[in-house]
Nanobody, 120 residues
Framework: QVQLVESGGDLVQPGGSLKLSCLAS????????MEWFRQAPGKQREWVAT???????HYADTVKGRFTISRDNAKNTLYLQMNSLKPEDTAVYYC??????????????WGQGTQVTVSS
């Protein structure tokens, strides 16, 4: 079994910065794509950013130039550096990872989410 645990969410003023982390633990042989999603109140969950196993990154237009996704493979940890935060960035942020475990099974896993609130 694999578990993902996010951390780093907080209340921050507009224009501020936060760094989210997502630690994966358990029976992990390999982690492929790692992603961040977010869900604002009353809205559907939306994709934010992806980092592939080779390090290629992709961003939603709404966060491009402000957010940076990165990974530390040695620590099985995914990060999201968020700068120039806006009130519309307020949401619960979730990590999602494509993991192959030691039994050979490959599937996607979700974290439990971390709350980011941008408000003055």
């Amino acid at each position: 079994q694999v578990q993902l645990v996010e951390s780093g969410g907080d209340l921050v003023q507009p224009g501020g910065s936060l760094k989210l982390s997502c630690l994966a633990s358990g029976s992990i042989a390999s982690i492929y794509n790692m992603e961040w999603f977010r869900q604002a109140p009353g809205k559907q969950r939306e994709w934010v950013a992806t980092i592939t196993s080779s390090g290629s990154t992709h961003y939603a237009d709404t966060v491009k130039g402000r957010f940076t996704i990165s990974r530390d493979n040695a620590k099985n940890t995914l990060y999201l550096q968020m700068n120039s935060l806006k009130p519309e960035d307020t949401a619960v942020y979730y990590c999602h990872e494509d993991v192959r475990d030691y039994s050979g099974q490959q599937r996607g896993y979700w974290g439990q989410g971390t709350q980011v609130t941008v408000s003055s």
